[in-house]
């Protein structure tokens, strides 16, 4: 199963990041809120209190718990909320008015709102966002102040924008560093699906090259020594059978048997390490199945790039081994070694090593997964997994 994108991760830590603003905020401008309580009609400040506040705590369980979808709904919840409050301030104050020095409590913290709108919003509406709440807490604070007419209005309508908006471009980097590494994922995935069908050819290429050469130039070098014989005969029919049946692996398309997938994967395996101690078995109910070359490929390929890595980061004195299992309805493949193994959970989700050559591979194939099984200082399994989508279901 594929795991969240880097940036469902990212939007979701900062939704705990501002649903913790949002919890500071409450505290810290408490005595504010319940000091300016009298000057507002009576319905203004339960209602904004709850509406403002009720939805940025519930971001944190929301984060952990709700889907994106959710989660952006009650950011814009929080977002209208918070701006129906500036709107609504000046007719709901009733004085008297504000010190030059004091600010209404709704026009302090702009910048946390519209810092929560990055995890939803395209970036041209955060931006509109943050322009307008901060323009307007400035206005709600100038006209709550007494004497406001000797406060630089525009001056501090600058100074809240630019003060917001660091934060905010901040966050929306964040977030779009996330959707970024994830397209450069999907990238790199699909060039590993590419990378994969072109070993898979090499592959074919070799089987081609070592059939002309152990089953045709020596039937003709046959031919020429003893001439016609019923060993000849033989020999030939098997030459012309195998190639007939590796034509059909050609054509890319075709399923192919047990026997054939073992030789793919064993070509592919060997190409790596010559020495890889292989051991296969074939269920007996499997040998009239067939394997779709996609599976195939992704398998042979998988496999490969399993037994690579182990060869460049087991160690020097790593014993290797593969199984190979083909059953009637699934197949199974074990890279296995007693190198130096390394910690799973130390790497990070978007790292596109094991994360793109391997399970991107399998994941791409319909039936497939990977598991990687490592421990420090105890080796490393692979475990390759292929189920027919007709048996999965």
Known sequence: MQGPSAEERLSRYMARFASAGAFAYLVLLGPQILSQFDRLQLWYTPLFVCSIFGPALCLSFASFRWCMRRIRALVTALAVAYLAGQVLWLPAFEGPALGLTESAWIAVFPGLISVTTAIAWSNRAIFAYLLLVASFGQVVNYFSRIDHGNVPLFSDIVFGIVFCGIF??????VVRTGRLLDTTRVAAESQAATAAASAARSVERERFDALIHDDVMSTLLSAARVGNSPALTAQSTTALARMDRLRAGISSTEPVGPDS???????ALTEVDDDVVIDAYIDAVSRDSTLPMEAV????ASAAEALRNSVRHAGDRAQRAVRVRVDSDSVRIDVRDDGYGFDPGSVAPHRLGLAVSIRGRMRQLQGGSAEVT??????????L???SPVDAT
């Open 374 to 383: 490592s421990t420090p200082g105890h080796g490393t399994r692979v475990t």
């Open 297 to 300: 490929r992704a398998l042979s």
């Open 168 to 173: 905010t471009v901040t966050v929306t980097l």
């Open 261 to 267: 997938f073992l030789a793919y994967v064993r070509s």
């Open 385 to 387: 997994t292929y189920r």
